[in-house]
């Protein structure tokens, strides 16, 4: 017989997925804890497999359980873009959505095209912003969400993408023998300018700064003047730009994370329908 996937079932199965957690999923679906254990056996003895596995004091998916998450988010997805579409409700009032630069022109789009088909009426007011002012805006309820690669506890978060962290320069560009790394740099505080300077130091390479600017827009202008050098996430490579690194013997950079911060205070109609669609993603 064919098996029916229960949504209330995946729900939280996602979000135990998420949390590595049935307590912290329990929190996320409104349950109990015991409630989350059940709900997580009753699955299993549907899909007939087990889907989580205890390591250390986390769950951990088992190979069946990561081959099921993608397909259950994609059912989620899907029901909830069904139930919003076929809502019709006009929602008034704006959505006001922080930004950090490096989104703006590379994760944003896609984001509010889909925003925009399924939640039509809603409007969204986006505010372009460095990562300390968002988050200062976020606490004060100057904006309801925002997205950035800063890492804070205090608020619920969503990671959306996580990119290659990598050295970046102007095509161009090249790097004179026995020359300090001149480095093009967003002032401080940037967590780039930071993780950068760190396994620069760590490796023992000589360099020096180039060139510094508030906006990233300064920065991409320099490196195409081909001043230097610049730690970015992989989405800011553009055809005028190239990946430089093992050439130069530079050390590699770790990861960069986009995360979904939102407000954990009360909540529009319009602000949790964006988080519910952010969050299915």
């Known amino acids: 017989m064919r098996t029916n996937l229960d949504t209330v079932l995946l729900r939280t199965f996602v979000a135990a997925a998420r949390r590595e957690s049935f307590a912290g999923a329990a929190v996320d679906v409104f349950r109990t804890q015991a409630a989350v254990s059940q709900q997580m056996q009753r699955l299993e003895e549907s899909v007939g497999c087990k889907l989580f596995e205890q390591v250390g004091r986390r769950k951990q998916l088992t190979e069946h359980g990561v081959r099921l998450l993608d397909y259950a988010r994609q059912i989620l997805r899907l029901n909830d873009d069904a139930c919003r579409a076929l809502s019709g409700k ?62 804070v506890d205090d608020f619920p978060r969503h990671t959306l993408r996580t990119s290659p962290m990598v050295w970046i320069a102007g095509s161009h560009f090249q790097l004179q023998h026995g020359e300090a790394l001149p480095l093009v740099l967003i002032d401080s505080p940037c967590v780039f300018r930071e993780k950068a300077i760190e396994k620069l130091d760590e490796a023992g390479i000589a360099w020096r700064v180039a060139y510094t600017s508030t906006m990233l827009a300064g920065v991409r202008a320099a490196l195409r003047a081909g001043l230097g050098v610049t730690p970015r996430s992989i989405e800011m490579l553009q055809q005028d730009l190239k990946v430089v690194g ?32 952010f969050d299915s993603i």
């Open 90 to 151: 006009a929602q008034e009032i704006p959505v006001r959505f922080g930004v950090c630069p490096d989104a703006v022109d590379t994760l944003l789009p896609d984001y509010l095209a889909r925003s925009a088909k399924v939640f039509p009426g809603v409007r969204i007011e986006i505010v372009v912003g460095r990562s300390q002012w968002l988050l200062s805006a976020l606490r004060r309820g100057a904006v309801d969400m925002f997205l950035d690669m800063i890492d």
């Open 246 to 277: 093992e050439d130069y013997g530079l050390p590699r950079l770790p990861n960069a994370s986009f995360h979904l911060y939102r407000s954990d205070s009360e909540q529009t109609e319009s602000v949790r329908s964006v988080t519910e669609l």
